[in-house]
């Protein structure tokens, strides 16, 4: 299993030319998640063909223009395409009054059901194969993060020796498959563990902004396949950063690290820093955490199960 994961913006504050506000979409089996929704995500997502049907989760990390204005623009594409599912919207609660007021004053044609599910800490998704968590941040408005972590699934199963142990093939491999215990009908029982190899860890992606340096975000973003983090400054404006209540890309790096993250994906840059000057970002945070990247729009990573 693998993930797909979609940077459709970068920019904090502003778009720039070839910068686009901050979004990310993570694409799972056809279905996308988006995380935030800033303005020209409905671009990215058309160059990058992403079918707006997929769509299933929108996951809002506050009432900041740089992360909503997308919003009003992707919703009216229902009035180009035929939806039938419901599409669930989680955020801060400001976020369902903006919605509302976009849709009632620019008398929005909406031929789907939308559900919104006001953000609160912990687990606020989760189906048979995945969870999101939201974690609360620290920014001048309600903000917060989000973790999406694959469950734990079954190692491979081994043929062999189901056929050794006198499993006929059928439906009682596909019991063992999912965990249960089967029963021969010479009364001999064969559990999953004989059948299959070592459990494979689920892919987490994470998406941090906008917030002051917490620590205990390290805590939730453990082990991320994946950490995109804002980096809005380089070290020299950390007093800004704080004042703003965003982070450096230092506090990115230093959570990345204390997470025992696989790869920060740097994000949510300051407009000040020129396409050539957002290498300062990079060198300084590879300087705590090696494999630091920066993101830039339209980049796509594949995660896949590695343990």
Same mark, same amino acid.
């Given at each position: 299993? +693998?993930?797909?994961?979609?940077?459709?913006?970068?920019?904090?504050?502003?778009?720039?030319?070839?910068?686009?506000?901050?979004?990310?979409?993570?694409?799972? #089996?056809?279905?996308?998640?988006? *995380?935030? &929704?800033? /303005?020209?995500?409905?671009?990215?997502?058309? $160059?990058?063909?992403?079918?707006?049907?997929?769509?299933?989760?929108?996951?809002?990390?506050? $009432?900041?223009?740089?992360?909503?204005?997308?919003?009003?623009?992707?919703?009216?594409?229902?009035?180009?395409?035929?939806?039938? /599912?419901?599409?669930?919207?989680?955020?801060? +609660?400001?976020?369902? #009054?903006?919605?509302?007021?976009?849709?009632?004053?620019?008398? $929005?044609?909406?031929? !789907?059901?939308?559900?919104?599910?006001?953000?609160?800490?912990?687990?606020?998704? /989760?189906?048979?194969?995945?969870?999101?968590?939201?974690?609360?941040?620290?920014?001048?408005?309600? &903000?917060?993060? !989000?973790? @999406?972590?694959?469950?734990?699934?079954?190692?491979?199963?081994?043929?062999?020796?189901?056929?050794?142990?006198?499993?006929? $093939?059928?439906?009682?491999?596909?019991?063992?498959?999912?965990?249960?215990?089967?029963?021969?009908?010479?009364?001999?029982?064969?559990?999953?563990?004989?059948?299959?190899?070592?459990?494979?860890?689920?892919?987490?992606?994470?998406?941090?902004?906008?917030?002051?340096? @917490?620590?205990?975000?390290?805590?939730?973003?453990?082990?991320?396949? @994946?950490?995109? &983090?804002?980096?809005? *400054?380089?070290?020299?404006? =950390?007093?800004?950063?704080?004042?703003?209540?965003?982070? =450096? &890309? =230092?506090?990115?790096?230093?959570?990345?690290?204390?997470?025992?993250?696989?790869?920060?994906?740097?994000?949510?840059?300051?407009?000040?820093? =020129?396409?050539?000057?957002?290498?300062? @970002?990079?060198?300084?945070? +590879?300087?705590? *955490?090696?494999?630091?990247?920066?993101?830039?729009?339209?980049?796509?990573?594949?995660?896949?199960?590695?343990?």
């Amino acid at each position: 299993m +693998s993930l797909e994961v979609f940077v459709l913006g970068t920019s904090g504050m502003q778009p720039l030319p070839n910068r686009f506000l901050t979004s990310a979409a993570v694409r799972r #089996e056809g279905e996308i998640y988006l *995380f935030d &929704c800033g /303005e020209g995500t409905q671009v990215s997502l058309k $160059m990058l063909n992403l079918h707006w049907k997929r769509i299933s989760r929108i996951f809002i990390s506050h $009432m900041h223009a740089d992360h909503v204005t997308g919003l009003p623009g992707l919703l009216m594409l229902s009035s180009q395409v035929d939806r039938t /599912e419901p599409l669930y919207i989680y955020g801060p +609660s400001k976020l369902k #009054e903006y919605i509302d007021a976009n849709r009632k004053l620019l008398d $929005m044609y909406i031929n !789907y059901e939308i559900r919104f599910i006001q953000t609160e800490p912990g687990v606020i998704y /989760e189906n048979e194969e995945l969870t999101v968590e939201a974690i609360p941040l620290l920014h001048t408005k309600p &903000c917060f993060g !989000y973790v @999406l972590t694959e469950k734990d699934r079954p190692g491979e199963f081994n043929v062999e020796n189901a056929k050794a142990l006198g499993v006929p $093939m059928g439906p009682m491999w596909g019991l063992l498959q999912k965990g249960e215990t089967v029963t021969l009908d010479d009364g001999t029982t064969v559990n999953p563990d004989q059948v299959l190899g070592k459990p494979r860890r689920g892919v987490r992606f994470s998406f941090i902004t906008d917030t002051m340096y @917490l620590s205990y975000i390290a805590n939730h973003v453990k082990n991320s396949d @994946l950490l995109i &983090c804002e980096g809005m *400054f380089d070290s020299s404006l =950390t007093q800004d950063a704080f004042e703003k209540k965003h982070m =450096t &890309c =230092t506090q990115a790096a230093t959570i990345a690290k204390d997470a025992d993250a696989k790869k920060l994906a740097l994000i949510h840059y300051s407009p000040r820093y =020129t396409d050539k000057e957002l290498r300062i @970002l990079k060198d300084e945070a +590879s300087e705590i *955490f090696e494999n630091t990247v920066l993101t830039k729009d339209r980049m796509i990573f594949e995660l896949n199960n590695s343990d």
